[in-house]
C-alpha cells in the first residue's frame, strides 16, 4: 500500500511574526523613554539686578596657615576672635568682612569664622588670590 501525504511539512521559518514583535518593543521603548525624567538639579539662576549695594568699609579678616585670625591687622586667638569680629564690625552697619586665608589654613578654622558671620547676621566676602 502506497499511502501518500498529501501536505508537506515545510522546515521554512517565517519572520515576518518576528520582525512584527521587534517594532512594536521599539514602538514601546520609545515612548516609555520619553515618559522618564532625569534627576537634574534645577538651578534659579538670578536676573540682572539694578540694586546697587553701598559698602562704608571693608574689615579684613585672614586666617593663616597655623590657626592665627586677623581682624584689621590685631591678632586674636580662637578664644576671643568672635568678640574681636563683633567690635570691629559694630563701629560701622554698613561693613562687609573679606575673608583672606593661606592656601594650607585648615577649613574648620575657615568655618568659625562664617559660624561667626552667621550668627551675628554679617556678609562676607571670600577673597580669593
Known amino acids: 500500500m502506497a499511502l501518500k501525504r498529501r501536505t508537506k511539512i515545510s522546515a521554512a521559518f517565517s519572520m515576518s511574526s518576528m520582525t512584527d514583535i521587534v517594532f512594536l518593543l521599539l514602538i514601546f521603548f520609545m515612548i516609555t523613554s520619553t515618559m522618564v525624567h532625569p534627576n537634574a538639579i534645577k538651578l534659579l539662576i538670578p536676573k540682572k539686578a539694578t540694586k546697587k549695594v553701598v559698602v562704608e568699609k571693608y574689615l579684613n579678616v585672614r586666617v593663616t596657615e597655623s590657626g592665627r585670625y586677623y581682624v584689621d591687622g590685631k591678632r586674636f586667638g580662637t ?30 578654622h575657615v568655618a568659625r569664622i562664617l559660624d561667626i558671620a552667621e550668627s551675628n547676621g554679617i556678609k562676607v566676602i571670600l577673597d580669593i588670590r
Open 79 to 108: 578664644d576671643n576672635v568672635e568678640t574681636g569680629l563683633i567690635n570691629a564690625f559694630s563701629s560701622s552697619d554698613r561693613a562687609i568682612v573679606r575673608l583672606r586665608t593661606d592656601r594650607n589654613a585648615s577649613t574648620g
